[in-house]
Antibody
């Protein structure tokens, strides 16, 4: 069974940094593109970033470009999202999802809450 | 990056059918068949129900069907059940090398 477990969420001040991690199991991780999607409280889904199966290609939403960095470690079956220069409007549940920009995102983790507040 | 356009809410009676629309542009929905739909119950993670425009994900009842015409994709729920009450989101690949979601539609079963 495909399982994704996000970690690293928490409270951070505006302008600060935070790193999220997603541990994958139950599928051939190194063959799958991976994606982060976020959902602000009471709001809709927003695509954040995707990374190709090899890690060679990365993609970002305009709202996070230059501030967030996605990476992956295929040997440890993890995908990371490093977030810097965080803003109040980055507050959201961040979901790790299998799939990428082209391939429809499919399996979702349970999410990790990031709160940016002073 | 503007979102795809969905109605904020749709309602229907138990057993009836409803259709949710999702409107984009030639740069996303209209130009590609990488269109998916997700169901999200309150407090839960989204769940894939449709991929590649009209293919049901594993385990999804055939009461759920989807299609696309031009720049508009549609999700139809037939024979509405109480458990269908949820938020529904469409998503598409966009030619700028990004992915975009719709604003979401709240489905109420009367």
């Amino acid at each position: 069974e495909v399982h994704l477990l996000e970690s690293g969420g928490g409270l951070v001040q505006p302008g600060g940094s935070l790193g999220l991690s997603c541990a994958a199991s139950g599928f051939a991780f190194s063959s799958f593109d991976m994606t982060w999607v976020r959902q602000a409280p009471g709001k809709g889904l927003e695509w954040v970033s995707s990374i190709s199966f090899s890690g060679a290609s990365t993609y970002y939403a305009d709202s996070v470009k230059g501030r967030f960095t996605i990476s992956r470690d295929n040997s440890n079956k993890t995908v990371q999202l490093h977030m810097s220069s965080l803003r109040v409007d980055d507050t959201a549940i961040y979901y790790c999802v299998t799939g990428g920009v082209v391939v429809d995102p499919s399996t979702w983790g349970q999410g990790t809450l990031v709160t940016v507040s002073s | 990056q503007s979102a795809l356009t969905q109605p904020a809410s749709v309602s229907g009676s138990l057993g009836q059918s409803i259709t949710i629309s999702c409107t984009g542009t030639n740069s996303d929905l209209g130009g590609y068949n990488f269109v998916s739909w997700y169901q999200q119950h309150p407090g839960k993670a989204p769940k894939l129900i449709i991929f590649d425009v009209s293919n049901r994900a594993s385990g999804v009842p055939d009461r759920f069907s989807a299609s696309k015409s031009g720049n508009t994709a549609s999700l139809t729920l037939s024979g509405l059940q109480p458990e269908d009450e949820a938020d529904y989101y469409c998503s598409s690949y966009r030619s700028s090398g990004t992915r975009v979601f719709g604003g979401g539609t709240k489905v109420t079963v009367l």
